[in-house]
Each structure stands twice: as structure tokens, then as C-alpha cells.
């Protein structure tokens, strides 16, 4: 027997006929669904001191459980002292069973430990996706504190299939991502 997460059996047997519903749709295909999840640090102190880099590095592998990716800059600003090709950020793309893994571990262990949290901002892209910035690092269960060198934020961007915002916040809030309730 093939392992499946929950919010993937959860997305094929309650979002779906939910969505369908909610839309009017005929057709299951029609129901937007989540493609992608994109973690990404920007790491720019790692001009000053390369360790920060692999430090980041390390922290996000550990968070997604999925090899992170050293992105470089694409031009030179000489106001930052960067040089074309000089890395500058830390990335990693969730797909299928990681990434339905990773969003359980968000929603369930990680959101709920950021002090004061009131619920996530509902603002969409225009075209159904949705991006989350986290000023800590910490907040997630995979990270041990005495082992953090720098606390540094990152951005989660959730990439749907839907055409438009009202579709992707809809997907987004039947996985059950804390909406702040406006």
C-alpha cells in the first residue's frame, strides 16, 4: 500500500466536492488545486560573512525535507557591494507528497507557535496565488534553537491551479490556512 497525506485524501474527498459546489463546477478537473509550494530566503548578508549561506542552507533543508537551492544575483549594485553571480538566496520547491506534507507541518505545528498570532493576511496575487512571509525562522518544530546562527524571515508561496482570486483563497481556506477574519 502507496503512503498518501492527510491533506491529500483530504483535498480528494472533501475540498473538491466542496469546491465544486461552492463554484458550480461540472467537472473535477475544474476544481483549482495546488501545484507548488516555493520556500525562499533572501540571504543578503552572505556577502559580508559565507557562513550565514550555509547555515540558511542547512535550516531550510531541515524544514522541508528537500535539498535547498543557493540562488545567485543576476546584476551588479555596486550601493550592496554585489557582483553579478554572487549567491544571495536560499530556495526549495515543494511538489506532490512533500508538498502536502510540508503545508500539514505549517498549518498544524508551525503557524500556531508565531506569539500573538491573530490569523494570515488574505491577500492574493490577481491570479489565485498566495504568498506567506514569516519573519522567524524558528516557529517550525525542525529547527533547534541552540544550533541558530541568525534569525532570518522567508517567503512560502502557494501556486494554484485557480483562474481566479476568489478560487485560490477558497482552496487555500478549505486546507485550512488561517485567514484572519476580515
Known sequence: MKYVPNLKTKYNEEIVPTLMKE?????????????????????????????????????????????????????????????????????????????????????????????????????????GNYTLGLEEQIIFPEIVMDSVHKIMGMNITFVTSANTDEEGFALLREFGLPFKKN
Open 23 to 127: 463554484f458550480g463546477y461540472k467537472s473535477v478537473m475544474q476544481a483549482p488545486r495546488l501545484e507548488k509550494i516555493v520556500i525562499n530566503q533572501g540571504v543578503g548578508s552572505a556577502i559580508q560573512d559565507k557562513k550565514i549561506l550555509e547555515f540558511s542552507l542547512n535550516e531550510i533543508t531541515a524544514i522541508t525535507g528537500q535539498k535547498a537551492v543557493v540562488g545567485n544575483s543576476t546584476k551588479d549594485v555596486s550601493n550592496f557591494k554585489l557582483r553579478k553571480g554572487m549567491p544571495i538566496g536560499v530556495k526549495v520547491t515543494l511538489r506532490k507528497e512533500r508538498m502536502y506534507e510540508f503545508l500539514e507541518r505549517l498549518i498544524c505545528s508551525a503557524l500556531p507557535r508565531i506569539r500573538d498570532f491573530k490569523g494570515i493576511n488574505s491577500k492574493l496575487d490577481g491570479k
